[in-house]
């Protein structure tokens, strides 16, 4: 048994007050920014209507219930995912959020497995070469890119795209061609559901449509996953472990595979989910402005646009437990593979 | 003679650095230009966000010696907004550093020093907001509260002091044990002196120089929140803002026809920033004995 349940306990507890604080937080925020939290949530209706609308809010919010009770209310329908119907939408919350998490999460993913990989090869690689112009070119590099605004570098990535080969990384899929080949999303995840599909066209288009803001997003962390890879890696080629290795002859391959590439993966792994949580803001303000493409960003601007108060706030809190949930299971991954890790 | 503090004694053991040097100039340039940018700049009413008159014949025009960056979408000199720019972006990096620094300190050494149920509530507060993106927190005083700086700098702080009070407490942890100062507390010297003299004063240096490399992250992430249009208003002379008019008004052909429009903004976030870390670096360096190490490897 790798790792203490005591601890998995504690960390999942943990991660639940600090959900709860984070919803208790947003209420707050929501009852004592400035103005009517009702006619907020109800999205500043005018018109004839917008006395029920408010009297409507009022009601789902229970303003007339005591504090501790509202906030109750509040916490309980976060969790069942009822929190009522988008203004702009005509649909329920829920669904607009799931399908942008969709969007943005596959961007996301996609990112991420390329750059993780990449990044860990790159920092293993200078590690190895540590003060060689190889290295210190990297190292220069991932400066330079890690002081780059990540939108700013997505427009230059779809300039570039489009002066060399005239194509313009815009939406998640050209609709044209979806329509004309009957593409269905079921899962959300346009990649996937092509492939499911075996719909090579859709897939291949959104493919090109994905790379150019995936490697946008995937800069930052090519670049924390790469530094914190060498100097890991630096580190641990010190240890005694390697030198016993290496005078008992063992192969330099299998002392970098099996014996350091194992030491550094924890660190590793929890440094990526780090990583990962940040981006998730970096995606947003990339897919939405830079890219056009739907997601979490083109609906926070979208419910801002149009005075949508509950998916703004839903969008907030979900926002939030998705960061909450990363973390808490990049500790546990971690903390499974790593004994050392106690609390 | 070699100054007495030991912070200043360590910026002037990197001084000759190269790279201390390039971050040191891009620095001080970009403070001074923050400062006597609207003296300089060619056209400072538009600058500041003024629409010239006769602004049809003056839309995006390439840049020229007339107008070096060329002009934006409402006819205004791009160079000149750009320049001005410098100063929302020194205020902002700054006041959000220097604010979470204050908070982040004063409790994470509030935690390390007194135990039990002090640390456990200040840790959870830790924790939690940690856990908050911050612009989330900045959707709701954008919905809430009129445009401008304080949205971007309340909403950034609110998440950034958990950073530094959980580093000062990683710090402070290591040090509330050692002997000297269990013996201060046994001489009954005040809490608040300890604290101050023998444990902030010994701890400062490594988060200094963290809250140095962090003005760069602080520009950027505030210039994502002003590119998303949720913190300073349109029309604002800022870095985020100009490329959100750049862009969301010339929509994604933006980069294709007016590229100098994106391109100008960016590069200046870029060399800030890239000033910040290259001060930074050498002195994260000199600090940390890993980083200093003379590497000879077994094989």
Redesign the interface.
Known sequence: MPVSLNYIFKRII?SI??VI??IV??YI??LY???DPAV?WAGNPRGPEARKAIEMARRELGLDQPIHVQIAQFIYHVFTGNLGLSIAYKVPVSQVITSGFTATLELLVFAYLLAVPLGLWLGIYSALR??SRFDSFIQSLS??L???????LG??I??IS??TTGF?P?GRVSYKLAASTGFNPITGFYLLDALIQGNYAVFLDALLRIIPPALAISVYPIGVVARVSR?LV??A??EDY??TA?AWGVR?NT?IKHFVLKSIIPPVIQISGLAF?YS???A??VES????REGL?SI??DS?HKAD?RV?IA??IY??IF??LV?TIVDIIQASIDPRVKI | MPPSLPFIRLVHRNLRKYRFKIGLSITIAILVLSLISQYIAPYPREGLGYVPVGEENRRLLHPSPQHLFGTDTLGRDLFSRVIMASRSAIIQAFSVVFLSLIIGLIVGVLAAYFKGLVELVLNYLTELFMAIPSIVIALFFRLTLEAGFHVVIISLVTTWWAWYARITYVYAKGVVELDYVVLAKLSGLSSAKIIMRHVVGVIIQPILVQAISDLGSALLEASGINFMGLGLPPGYPDWGVILYEGISEMGIMAFTRTPWLVFYPGLFILLTTLGFTLLADPLREDLDPRLRRRWKLWF
């Open positions: 943990l007050l600090v604080g984070v937080f947003s925020l929501l920014t400035p103005g907020k540590r003060g400066v330079v890690a002081s780059m605004p990540t939108f700013w427009a230059i779809a300039l489009y002066s313009l815009y100097t630096a580190e080629l010190l390697v030198r290496v330099r002392i949580v998730i803001v970096d947003m303000v402005l830079v890219f056009g960003g926070l601007l801002l108060f703004t969008l907030a926002l939030t960061y909450i973390n």
